[in-house]
């Protein structure tokens, strides 16, 4: 297809306002000429298998915190995961009547690396649906077959959120976005805006326009007081003392009045699971919540982690798998000293903090001074009791030919990169079992491919990151 009809179709498709933060135009990044290819065996073997894996993964996390708490499990696992939360939000979470409510938005991050896919994170609290639903939908109109939910993203995400309050028939749902996640309220209404064209009732709703009255969260939608059925959590929960009227919603959902999803969970937000599914002590838990086949197979593609604990280990203890120039540790300050070769490790906040999302914590070892980095462990252990910090192995994503498109000139530049995916998985459990994750529905719901240039070390939205769709295809070896 010649670069100046490609320009052109995009152009036509494209969005007319900003999607994110102070961009003047509707992407803050480059945009591909077309979606980035993913094979289809990749994608059924690995893409459609993962979100299955990551419910129950979350399930088992639950479980696994709840016998914590009971004492049928290390009393140490829910210990660290409470650190620096304040105990109101605690004893919220862990409240009975929220037992069965998790995370219906599931998006990991996954690098592509020559040994396969390694997935690095999980977000229960994603931005980037409206960006992906928007480019998606300008893709698909420029005559790209892109790979998303069948009916689309937009429509995806409605019918997942009314049934999770299957006793309203037509319920009123808003997304309760704060100020600290601002960048994202112009992609959360556009994607608002799509979904109003066929289900008026869906908006978009600052904290402080909130009232409770009588029994009910009320709001002002443009066309009168109404109340609020669904919340849609689009906020960080370390957030919550800068955020108005938090005590009303927070009250208003543990009486019933409203729903909410993602619930008030904090330890279900802690990059902590992550190294705790390698841990040799948990191998019989993982094994009873998530199955001996799905643990291994999740395992084989989570980097080796550990929880950076300054904590005395024992004359004849080690940190499990954790070797250093080739001898085995009994203390992360021996991280210190190392070379840059040797310091093919991340650090980065397990969760609960600002720095804790958005690659904004995150340390590289190889990419940073030996000052940088010796620092960087102290600052980790002298924050433990706080906020927990993780050490993960480094995975190289591949690099591969990628194309950047300029609106301007329709001229298309080709360049190697890297390239980091997040699948969007939106959750329907059964509403007879709510508790069972293996009847629930699983949807894959969209895909965005991040790519950076190949010199960059973390992938991530920077300004000369490449961020499109995602279509099945045959050109990139995945």
Not at 349 to 373: K, M, N, Q, Y
Not at 449 to 457: L, R
Request: hydrophobic fraction near 40%; charged fraction near 25%; include cysteine.
């Amino acid at each position: 297809m010649e670069a100046e009809k490609i320009r052109t179709l995009h152009t036509d498709y494209l969005p007319q306002k900003p999607l994110y933060g102070e961009a003047k135009e509707p992407s803050a990044w480059g945009l591909s000429p077309e979606p980035f290819q993913l094979k289809a065996t990749f994608v059924q073997g690995e893409l459609q298998r993962l979100g299955s894996v990551l419910w129950r993964f979350e399930w088992a996390c639950e479980r696994i915190y709840r016998d914590s708490l009971s004492g049928q499990a290390p009393v140490w696992i829910a210990s660290i995961l409470n650190q620096g939360k304040p105990e109101a939000l605690i004893k919220y979470a862990t409240m009975k009547r929220f037992r069965s409510r998790m995370p219906l938005v599931i998006r990991p991050d996954l690098l592509m690396t020559e040994s396969g896919i390694r997935l690095t994170e999980v977000d229960a609290v994603p931005g980037g649906m409206g960006f992906t639903s928007a480019m998606n939908q300008a893709y698909k109109q420029s005559g790209f077959p892109v790979l998303e939910a069948p009916e689309g993203m937009p429509e995806a995400f409605l019918a997942m959120l009314k049934a999770a309050v299957p006793d309203k028939e037509n319920p009123v749902i808003g997304v309760v976005l704060s100020d600290e996640s601002a960048d994202y309220r112009q992609e959360m209404t556009w994607l608002a805006e799509q979904i109003q064209a066929v289900y008026p009732d869906f908006y978009v709703i600052h904290p402080r326009e909130l009232a409770l009255v009588r029994e009910k969260l009320m709001f002002d939608s443009g066309d009168g007081e109404k109340a609020l059925d669904l919340i849609y959590r689009f906020f960080e929960l370390f957030d919550l003392p800068n955020i108005p009227k938090m005590d009303l919603l927070q009250y208003a959902v543990k009486r019933g009045w409203v729903a909410c999803t993602p619930p008030f969970k904090p330890h279900l937000e802690e990059k902590s699971w992550l190294t705790l599914i390698h841990h040799p002590i948990l191998k019989p838990l993982w094994k009873k919540y998530l199955g001996a086949e799905d643990w291994e197979w999740l395992r084989g593609r989570i980097p080796k982690g550990w929880l950076m604990d300054p904590a005395y280990v024992p004359s004849m203890g080690v940190i499990p798998d954790l070797s250093l120039r080739g001898q085995t540790v009994q203390s992360f300050e021996s991280l210190k000293g190392l070379t840059q070769k040797e310091r093919q490790l991340v650090i980065k906040p397990s969760g609960f903090s600002p720095l804790a999302w958005g690659s904004r914590g995150v340390t590289i070892g190889h990419d940073v001074s030996g000052d940088v980095w010796d620092k960087t462990v102290e600052s980790a252990l002298s924050s433990f009791d706080q906020t927990p910090y993780i050490l993960q192995e480094y995975h190289k994503p591949m690099a591969h030919p990628l194309k950047q498109l300029d609106l301007e000139t329709g001229a298309i530049r080709s360049f190697q990169g890297r390239t980091r995916l997040c699948p969007y998985y939106f959750i329907t459990p059964d509403p007879e079992h709510p508790a069972e994750p293996e009847r629930a529905k699983i949807e894959l719901a969209g895909v965005l491919a991040t790519s950076c240039p190949a010199d960059k070390k973390i992938i991530h939205g920077m300004k000369d990151a490449i961020m499109s769709p995602c279509m099945i295809g045959s050109e990139l070896k995945s």
